[in-house]
């Protein structure tokens, strides 16, 4: 019933940038806490950033200072800016709805999308 696509990964040097997209569809997408995540090959998925459904931010430390959480809600879509790449930033990165519309218990809810790959890389 709830479906989510994320979009704008791809190859990048060392210091580049990237724009992510998350496009949520089936559910009442202002309502709701939202985060990015990403799995790296043979690591567990890692909480990135998260934003509520008032606006409040909260960054994992290895991003803080580099990447920017923000959402549009007439597009039902949540986006991650991420600057200053660097090569440990690659992996599969996912969006998700939060079961609480709160960045202090970070819950995912709905089934995963597909992801999209970020590599970085010389």
């Known amino acids: 019933q709830v479906h989510l696509v994320e979009s704008g990964g791809g190859l990048v040097q060392p210091g580049g940038s990237l724009r992510l997209s998350c496009a949520a569809r089936g559910i009442m997408f202002s309502d709701y806490t939202m985060g990015w995540y990403r799995q790296a090959p043979g690591k567990q998925r890692e909480l990135v950033a998260a934003?509520?459904?008032?606006?409040?931010?909260n960054y994992a430390d290895f991003v803080k200072g580099r990447f920017t959480i923000s959402r549009d809600n007439a597009k039902n879509m949540v986006s991650l800016q991420m600057n200053s790449l660097k090569p440990e930033d690659t992996a599969v990165y996912y969006c998700?709805?939060?079961?609480?519309?709160?960045?202090?218990?970070?819950?995912?809810?709905?089934?995963w999308g597909q992801g999209t790959q970020v590599t970085v890389s010389a």
């Open positions: 934003i509520s459904s008032g606006g409040t931010t």
């Open positions: 998700n709805v939060n079961i609480v519309d709160t960045i202090a218990t970070m819950v995912p809810w709905v089934d």
